[in-house]
């Protein structure tokens, strides 16, 4: 058949959205499975400074996630005004505890600082891998990672997207964009690390991978892609009341992948969770997650 002189055939890109509610539901049942299996006892201990109403729901999501799947939590409650100095003896506290596993929700207030708070939390008690000890054991594939970092990469792994040679761009410069920087390379992708303030067209018009964590909605949009790309949206702002993400409604029309908010990355951060607080109870006796 010869072509139609001036006609423009358009291929339209089918955009799968990634289930993460089954995934993490998957997760957690296995999880479940061999804590029940082995006899196991793990649990969780959550910090939380201030009232901020948002945290406040997401420690109680982790916390009924730990009572469905059989972890024991306990959930600590602290003053805005605290100090840091204060706030770093009681966490000292629950290291010389039997607890498996420690969390301090973010944000912190000003005055605390993230990196201090984060180096007190004994190494093997670090289920959110932010202790520098347990980043570092990144760099040699150390199967313990950030719970939210843990998600976007198991996100990209069940969806079959091969990583290695793609060119991969990461919204965000803070602790989430550094570590998957860090793994993504480690898996022979071409990263680059942008902040919303940059001149992102640049970089995501050749990007084949794209993870988002700017917490702006909107910001990333259609024309800003080229087709068939893969978006991993981790931004989450609350806007009249819904939740929102980073990439605007018409990017599915040019993604091949795509991760919804909410329902994408949100529950997998919490399952990767359970798997986390699962790994450290199996490293107290020696064993390992890939055993099981």
């Known amino acids: 058949m010869q072509p139609v002189s001036g006609l423009c055939v358009v291929i339209a890109v089918v955009c799968v959205l990634i289930d993460g509610k089954k995934i993490a539901a998957e997760i957690e049942s296995r999880v479940r499975d061999i804590i029940i299996q082995k006899n196991l006892s793990p649990s969780l201990v959550f ?3 201030g009232n901020d109403p948002a945290t406040g729901i997401y420690v109680r999501k982790k916390q009924e996630a730990c009572q469905r799947i059989g972890i024991r939590s306990e959930g600590i409650t602290l003053p805005s005004c605290i100090s840091e100095s204060e706030l770093v ?3 000292c506290a629950k290291n010389n505890t039997d607890a ?3 969390i301090v929700q973010l944000p912190l207030p000003d005055h605390i600082r993230q990196e201090k708070v984060a180096a007190v939390i004994s190494p093997p008690k670090d289920v959110d891998c932010q202790h520098p000890e347990n980043i570092g054991r990144l760099v040699y594939s150390s199967t313990l990672m950030p719970c939210t970092v843990a998600g976007v990469m198991e996100l990209i792994g069940r969806s079959g997207v091969e990583v290695k040679g793609r060119n991969v761009v990461i919204i965000n410069r803070n602790y989430i964009g550094k570590t998957l920087a ?5 898996k022979k992708a071409s990263v680059s690390l942008c902040g919303k303030n940059t001149d992102l067209e640049k ?6 991978i794209i993870v988002t964590a700017a917490g702006s909605p909107g910001l990333l949009k259609m024309n800003m892609l080229k087709k068939g790309v893969v978006v991993i949206d981790v931004g989450i702002t609350r806007v009249g009341g819904k939740i929102i993400g980073d990439a ?3 990017v599915k029309e040019i993604a091949s992948f795509l991760t919804p908010v909410p329902g994408g990355v949100g529950p997998m951060t919490v399952a990767m969770l359970m798997k986390n607080a699962l790994t450290l109870e199996l490293n107290r006796f020696g064993k390992r997650m890939n055993d099981y």
């Open 182 to 186: 860090l793994l993504l390379a480690g």
């Open 203 to 208: 970089f995501t018009k050749e990007a084949d």
């Open 100 to 102: 498996t596993g420690i």
């Open 89 to 91: 003896e009681k966490i």
């Open 47 to 49: 910090f939380v400074v």
């Open 248 to 250: 605007a409604d018409d």
